[in-house]
């Protein structure tokens, strides 16, 4: 089970931290992802971390603001946001694949955490 928590409202130029507690498991073969659905818009992969190797994939238009990473003690998987804009307000999800592949169509998905950036 994946659960989120941080989101809230922020002004433009701000920070912000999300995490995803992965209950009932501590798996190190997984790949997490951060997804976005901002309103009227599709859901998009923002951002995605592979446990084996580490390696890090970012979407273009957080590339640089955002950064993906994964807390043992605590098991959970934090994307930290800086520099947030406007256009940064959605609903994000983390999820989980099984097959460690940084793709849409994830195994696992938490509930989902509004993160809404305006002054």
């Known amino acids: 089970q994946l659960a989120e928590s941080g989101g809230g409202l922020v002004p433009p130029g701000g920070s912000l931290r999300l995490s995803c507690a992965a209950n009932?498991?501590?798996?190190?073969?997984?790949?997490f992802e951060w997804f976005r659905q901002a309103p009227g818009k599709e859901r998009e992969m923002i951002a995605c971390?592979?446990?084996?190797?580490?390696?890090?994939i970012y979407v273009d238009a957080v590339k640089g603001r955002f950064t993906i990473s994964r807390d043992n003690a605590k098991n959970t998987v934090d994307l930290q946001m800086t520099n947030l804009k406007p256009e940064d307000t959605a609903v994000y999800y983390c999820?989980?694949?099984?097959?460690?592949?940084?793709?849409?169509?994830?195994?696992?998905w938490g509930q989902g955490t509004q993160v809404t950036v305006s002054s």
């Open positions: 999820a989980a694949d099984f097959l460690e592949i940084c793709r849409p169509d994830a195994d696992w």
């Open positions: 009932g498991t501590r798996s190190n073969h997984y790949a």
């Open positions: 971390l592979k446990s084996r190797n580490g390696m890090t």
